[in-house]
T-cell receptor, first 112, second 117 residues
């Protein structure tokens, strides 16, 4: 079945550091890929998405590229801020399915 | 429109009691989803509706769980004879049908946190 594997957290960085959160997936079809973010006390918010191989999703300085050859969708940001502290979830939707399969989440803590 | 609303935000119940949660999706969204999230894990899919039709149910949705979406608007999720293992955050999301590709993501509500004591 479908699955998503994320690097375990927490990831602790200083402000302005470079961020990478690794995400790899297993799917039977040609999935769409997503990153969701959950700020403390809030619901999940879509951060970015990519619907086909080699697409790059980007939003708020975050980027992720759909790499079919390595089945990966790593999240990157060049310079993190304290306000980026949150839990980040990688997810996929396999071909023809409406349900999302989520990874277990990676907590990011950014220190001033 | 303020997004997806869920009620209540928190629910504490005794084991064996029945509970019901409500979700009000974004008004123009015709798809509605329920997920369950336990501590330290990502959300797990439970079921989804397109308008009033329940089109998919996960094997996680045991016989004690039932979901409805009358008239294709709000939805309710009922858990009968609650067990301690039902303690989790129950998330609702909605989306607009957008063709065959994911042109639109979900919009999630803030969830209902259930604690079974």
């Amino acid at each position: 079945g479908d699955s998503v594997t994320q690097m375990e957290g927490p990831v602790t960085l200083s402000e302005e550091a470079f961020l990478t959160i690794n995400c790899t997936y297993t799917a039977t079809g040609y999935p769409s890929l997503f990153w969701y973010v959950q700020y403390p006390g809030e619901g999940l918010q879509l951060l970015l998405k990519a619907t086909k191989a080699d697409d790059k999703g980007s939003n708020k300085g975050f980027e992720a590229t759909y790499r079919k050859e390595t089945t990966s969708f790593h999240l990157e940001k060049g310079s993190v801020q304290v306000s980026d502290s949150a839990v980040y979830f990688c997810a996929l939707a396999d071909t023809g399915r409406r349900a999302l399969t989520f990874g277990s989440g990676t907590r990011l803590q950014v220190q001033p | 429109d303020t997004g997806v609303s869920q009620d209540p935000r928190h629910k504490i119940t005794k084991r064996g009691q029945n509970v019901t949660f409500r979700c009000d999706p974004i008004s123009e969204h015709n798809r509605l989803y329920w997920y369950r999230q336990t501590l330290g894990q990502g959300p797990e899919f439970l079921t989804y509706f397109q308008n009033e039709a329940q089109l998919e149910k996960s094997r996680l949705l045991s016989d004690r769980f039932s979901a409805e979406r009358p008239k294709g608007s709000f939805s309710t999720l009922e858990i009968q004879r609650t067990e301690q293992g039902d303690s989790a955050m129950y998330l609702c999301a909605s989306s607009l049908r957008g063709g065959t590709t994911w042109n639109y993501g979900y919009t999630f509500g803030s969830g209902t946190r259930l604690t079974v004591v």
